[in-house]
């Protein structure tokens, strides 16, 4: 199968948050989706971006995407977090995956981070086995912590 691998850019983001709502479906949370197109659009474009993200198109038709945002370590220093690699169910098993995460750390490398990080669930077999082959650590000695906003507004009335 032939794809390509390109910047995203403002007008890709009604088919990158389809791919983000596909992924919360397979990630068995279908209802867990609040950021919404208009959200992309602002915070992933104009002077000062929150996000940048790849996507691989199959004939004009977006089916992959890689989004990455900066972190910042005291440990490491300058990190790269790589939110989501999605890649359509149906076209998973063709290589887009791995070339999606090339350019992630392609793009890493070339801003001198000294870490790329993300999560993978513990039950994504497929995911954490392509990952490893790839050379990287799964470090599940550590558990991930969430505050929702719900979670921030019940914290928030406490103090």
Same mark, same amino acid.
């Not at 004939?59 to 995407?65: N, Q």
């Not at 690699?85 to 076209?91: D, H």
């Not at 350019?103 to 990080?117: A, D, L, P, T, W």
């Given at each position: 199968?032939?794809?390509?691998?390109?910047?995203?850019?403002?007008?890709?983001?009604?088919? #990158? &948050?389809?791919?983000?709502?596909?992924?919360?479906?397979?990630?068995?949370?279908?209802? +867990?989706?609040?950021? @919404?197109?208009?959200?992309?659009?602002?915070?992933?474009?104009? @002077?000062?971006?929150?996000?940048?993200?790849?996507?691989?198109?199959?004939?004009?038709?977006?089916?992959?995407? +890689?989004?990455?945002?900066?972190?910042?370590s @005291?440990?490491?220093g300058?990190?790269?977090?790589?939110?989501?690699?999605?890649? /359509? !169910?149906? &076209?998973?098993?063709?290589?887009?995956?791995a070339?999606?995460?090339?350019?992630?750390? *392609?793009?890493?490398?070339?801003?001198? #981070?000294?870490?790329?990080?993300?999560?993978?669930?513990?039950?994504?077999?497929? +995911?954490?086995?392509?990952?490893?082959?790839?050379?990287?650590? #799964?470090?599940? !000695?550590? /558990?991930?912590?969430?505050l929702? +906003?719900?979670?921030? *507004?019940?914290?928030?009335?406490?103090?």
């Amino acid at each position: 199968m032939e794809f390509h691998i390109r910047n995203a850019n403002k007008d890709d983001m009604p088919q #990158v &948050l389809g791919l983000i709502k596909q992924l919360a479906v397979f990630e068995k949370e279908p209802d +867990a989706v609040e950021v @919404t197109v208009e959200d992309l659009e602002k915070n992933g474009f104009g @002077t000062r971006p929150n996000f940048h993200c790849f996507v691989a198109e199959v004939g004009g038709k977006i089916e992959g995407i +890689a989004l990455v945002y900066n972190r910042f370590s @005291t440990w490491k220093g300058n990190v790269l977090h790589l939110e989501d690699l999605i890649v /359509n !169910q149906k &076209l998973r098993g063709h290589g887009m995956g791995a070339a999606l995460l090339d350019e992630v750390v *392609k793009f890493g490398h070339q801003m001198g #981070v000294r870490r790329i990080s993300w999560e993978v669930l513990n039950w994504n077999k497929p +995911a954490i086995d392509f990952y490893v082959k790839k050379g990287a650590e #799964v470090k599940n !000695q550590w /558990n991930v912590v969430h505050l929702d +906003a719900l979670g921030i *507004k019940n914290y928030l009335s406490k103090l």
